[in-house]
């Protein structure tokens, strides 16, 4: 295994130095997408933390969930917490794994351009929605007796602009409609679906996704129309992007996005660099 090992080792360093030509490439043309993406990130924190300001406690409001779903209680909510970050890390690794694996259709730059754009569109409705009509959060920490419930008024900028890190992320009330949670299971399902090479687990992202709105509900944390609401949105936001957007292109012209050296213009050396970045024959076909 040690001999195998060390025999691969240098063809999976000269494929994944191949494949960082590539993204680096892409990098530097879709910079800006990817820069816009993670700063609105923020500005979406900063909207989910402001709206908790002026967020008041109140009695819960009647839910079809709560009444059909057991209550997990509060030393149970982390199970929903522990699926998003399994959902998310998988995603996260899925997107990395043309660096590694011989068979893969996707650029991973081009991926999360296309992420943000869904992710920033979606999280924008999301913004609006729950300035509109501030709901009585139904989080135990957000019910009246919390001390979380409602925020004093701020001392000074950097109370607002720091987000009271990590607290007011992990405290937030009044940023309901819709949820968050489901906007990034949501994209995630979606695109490795569209782009993801394997059934069973298409069908299992399915299933989690599923699986995690029955459990927000059930650990209190939002109300059945936040979920509700989040899987038509989403889904909608994600049909009309990918009308304006075009296709993803296919790894086969992977060669044209890579820059060659005057040495590897030669086509052994294009034949190689076409085998490492888009694996052996077939590749593209699954």
């Not at 993406?37 to 709560?66: C, E, K, N, T, W």
């Not at 607290?167 to 949501?186: K, Q």
Request: aromatic share 14%.
């Amino acid at each position: 295994m040690l001999v195998y090992f060390d025999r691969e080792a240098p063809k999976l360093w000269r494929k994944m130095c191949a494949e960082a030509t590539v993204e680096v490439s892409l990098l530097a043309e879709n910079w800006k997408i990817i820069l816009a993406g993670l700063i609105f990130q923020y500005i979406h924190g900063l909207a989910a933390h402001g709206v908790h300001y002026i967020h008041r406690p109140g009695p819960l409001l009647q839910d079809s969930g709560y009444l059909l779903l057991p209550e997990l209680g509060q030393d149970k909510s982390y199970i929903s917490e522990t699926v998003f970050s399994f959902m998310f890390g998988s995603f996260v690794l899925w997107t990395l794994h043309p660096f590694l694996f011989q068979r893969k259709r996707i650029y991973t730059v081009l991926i999360w351009c296309r992420v943000f754009i869904y992710l920033v569109v979606s999280q924008i409705l999301r913004i609006v929605t729950f300035y509109s009509t501030q709901l009585p959060g139904p989080n135990y920490h957000c019910r009246e007796g919390s001390k979380f419930a409602r925020l004093p008024h701020p001392e000074n900028a950097l109370d607002v602009l720091f987000i009271n890190f990590p607290s007011g992320l992990m405290y937030g009330c009044g940023d309901l409609i819709f949820s968050s949670h489901m906007i990034f299971t949501l994209i995630f399902v979606r695109t490795y679906h569209k782009y993801g090479t394997k059934r069973y687990i298409k069908q299992f992202a399915w299933l989690l996704a599923v699986i995690q709105s029955f459990l927000i509900i059930a650990s209190r944390k939002h109300y059945t129309v936040d979920i509700v609401v989040g899987w038509y949105t989403v889904n909608l936001v994600a049909f009309f992007v990918d009308k304006k957007l075009p296709e993803l292109p296919d790894r086969s012209s992977a060669l044209s996005l890579l820059p060659l050296s005057t040495r590897e213009k030669d086509g052994k050396n294009k034949d190689e660099h076409h085998r490492l970045l888009n694996g052996i024959s077939g590749a593209n076909a699954n």
